[in-house]
Structure formats: structure tokens, C-alpha cells
């Protein structure tokens, strides 16, 4: 099956910092790839959809200036947390889809997580 | 409005009993796919099974078995004879097929624990 993988798998920053989140397809090109924040004890929440080569679609309530995501090739994404704070504190989960010629319409890989705490 | 609900928040079972989680989706769509999985400690979501909601048979793999029912929009998993090792979060999720981002549509999950 297709892989997802995300570096790096544990970070801990001080507040004031900023932290970059990779995720990537390892055997697939994705076309889209999305950005999900878990609070302990929660469900994953969307953060962000983006499209490769085209700017990233935020839900709502999520500040797109502190959660900055680059989607510059069909194998990676990143998440760049702007001045982190410890409210940022939470466990962020990508997924990916493959470009549409390739995959069923349910198809989405999730990579297995990065936990950032900020201090 | 809540398009996945995971009613149960927390089970706790002894060692060997069955235990059933239940979903209940909301949606307009006619096509439109079910989810769940499985978060242990570890934070990686581990994929159970996915449903079309064409195929209303029942499946059953190993001591895991999931029961859907559209005509009350709901999506039950079960563990027979349970073990130490199920103890997780499992979460149900809805993609709906006409959302052409097909965002997935977790619950909030049922956080299971089995008691030895």
C-alpha cells in the first residue's frame, strides 16, 4: 500500500520559535494532501487541504499566517508552525491522495504523526 | 452539526468479552464512503476497513466484524473475545464522494480500554 511519512515524529521547541512539519508520499505522487491537528483526547480536526503547485485551502478558525503549508512538489508538504506557542502544543497528522488517475475516490494515506510541544 | 457520531467516549470491558462501538453518520450524499480505524498509544492511525455506501453486507475479519445499516445511518464495530491489545481509540469517518476535496469527517472516538 501506499506509504505516508512525516519528520519529524516528535519535536519540542521553545515558544517564540518556529517549527517545519515534512510530510511525504514515498511511492506516490499526491496531488493533495491534508493537514489534521489532534488535542489529547480528541478527534483530528482539518486544518488545511492543499493542492500541489496552488496555495492551501484553511478551515475555518485556522490562522494561515501562523500555520504556514507548502505544497511545492507532488511528494511533500510542509507545515511551518510560526511563532509557537504553547497552545500549539497538539499532535499533527497529515494524509495524501494520489493524483486522480491513479487512485479510487476514497483513497487517503495517513502519515503516522508529529507531536510538537512547545515550552 | 456533527457529520460522525461516536456516542460512547470511553469503554472499559474485562478480557474476552465482546464489545461493540457505535457510529452514526449524517450525510446527503448518495455515495459516500465509511471508515474506521484504530489509534493506539503510538498516535498512528491504523486502518480497520472502508464501506461503500452500496455494500451493505456485513463483514467480518478475524474477531472484528462491522454492521452497516443505512437505514438508521449507522456504522457498529465489534471486537469478539477481546484482548489487552485492542485497548485504543478507535474512530469512525465519513468521505463524501460529491466533496471534491473528500475530506475525511472523523468522530470524536471511542477510547477502549480492556481490562486482563
Known amino acids: 500500500g501506499a506509504v505516508v511519512s512525516q519528520h519529524p515524529s516528535w519535536v519540542i521547541c521553545k515558544s517564540g520559535t518556529s517549527v517545519k512539519i515534512e510530510c511525504r508520499s514515498l511511492d506516490f505522487q499526491a496531488t493533495t494532501m491534508f493537514w489534521y491537528r489532534q488535542f489529547p483526547k480528541q478527534s483530528l480536526m482539518l486544518m488545511a487541504t492543499s493542492n500541489e503547485g496552488s496555495k492551501a485551502t484553511y478551515e475555518q478558525g485556522v490562522e494561515k499566517d501562523k500555520f504556514l503549508i507548502n505544497h511545492a512538489s507532488l511528494t511533500l508538504s510542509t507545515l511551518t508552525v510560526t511563532s509557537a506557542h504553547p497552545e500549539d502544543s497538539s499532535f499533527y497528522i497529515c494524509?495524501?491522495?494520489?493524483?486522480?488517475?491513479?487512485?479510487?475516490?476514497?483513497?487517503?494515506?495517513f502519515g503516522p504523526g508529529t507531536r510538537l510541544t512547545v515550552t | 452539526a456533527q457529520k460522525v457520531t461516536q456516542a460512547q467516549t470511553e469503554i472499559s470491558v474485562v478480557e474476552k468479552e465482546d464489545v461493540t462501538l457505535d457510529c452514526v453518520y449524517e450525510?446527503?450524499?448518495?455515495?459516500?464512503?465509511l471508515f474506521w480505524y484504530k489509534q493506539p498509544p503510538s498516535g498512528e492511525l491504523v486502518f480497520l476497513i472502508r464501506?461503500?455506501?452500496?455494500?451493505?453486507q456485513n463483514e467480518i475479519s478475524g474477531r472484528y466484524s462491522w454492521n452497516f445499516q443505512k437505514s438508521t445511518s449507522s456504522f457498529n464495530f465489534t471486537i469478539t473475545a477481546s484482548q489487552v491489545v485492542d485497548s485504543a481509540v478507535y474512530f469512525c469517518?465519513?468521505?463524501?464522494?460529491?466533496?471534491?476535496?473528500?475530506?475525511?469527517?472523523f468522530g470524536t472516538g471511542t477510547s477502549l480500554t480492556v481490562i486482563p
Open positions: 469517518a465519513l468521505s463524501e464522494a460529491r466533496n471534491t476535496g473528500n475530506q475525511f469527517y
Open positions: 494524509s495524501a491522495r494520489g493524483r486522480e488517475e491513479d487512485r479510487e475516490d476514497y483513497e487517503q494515506y
Open positions: 450525510t446527503r450524499d448518495t455515495t459516500y464512503y
Open positions: 464501506r461503500n455506501s452500496f455494500d451493505e
